[in-house]
């Protein structure tokens, strides 16, 4: 049973840094890619960066690039989305999601569609 459980999330004042968890089961790292979402209150849910499986290629948002890495644990089946310089347009819950259907890509996807299973979230609220 594929499982994804995110965690790390908080308060942080502007310009202060989080590292969020994505602790996974039931699949292989190797094979399903793993998107980081947002959604802020009353807007859509949008992609952040993502990580494929086969080649550990990585794409990031326009609004993040420069203060966000995402990187992986494959002994402890982790993937992890360090995030600096926070703004107060971060805040929201995100979410990580995994899809199989990239697996013989070179390339993931921030695109939400493409992601099958989901987790529940977790909130960064960024405000001083």
């Known amino acids: 049973q594929v499982q994804l459980v995110e965690s790390g999330g908080g308060l942080v004042q502007p310009g202060g840094s989080l590292t969020l968890s994505c602790t996974t089961s039931g699949f292989s790292l190797d094979l399903y890619a793993i998107g980081w979402f947002r959604q802020a209150p009353g807007k859509e849910r949008e992609g952040v960066s993502c990580l494929s499986g086969r080649f550990g290629t990585t794409q990031f948002a326009d609004s993040v690039k420069g203060r966000v890495t995402i990187s992986r644990d494959n002994a402890k089946n982790t993937v992890l989305l360090q995030m600096n310089n926070l703004k107060p347009e971060d805040t929201g819950v995100y979410y990580c999601?995994?899809?199989?259907?990239?697996?013989?890509?070179?390339?993931?996807?921030?695109?939400?569609?493409?992601?099958?299973?989901w987790g529940q979230g977790t909130q960064i609220t960024v405000s001083s």
């Open positions: 999601a995994a899809t199989v259907h990239l697996a013989k890509e070179r390339m993931c996807s921030i695109d939400r569609t493409v992601y099958e299973y």
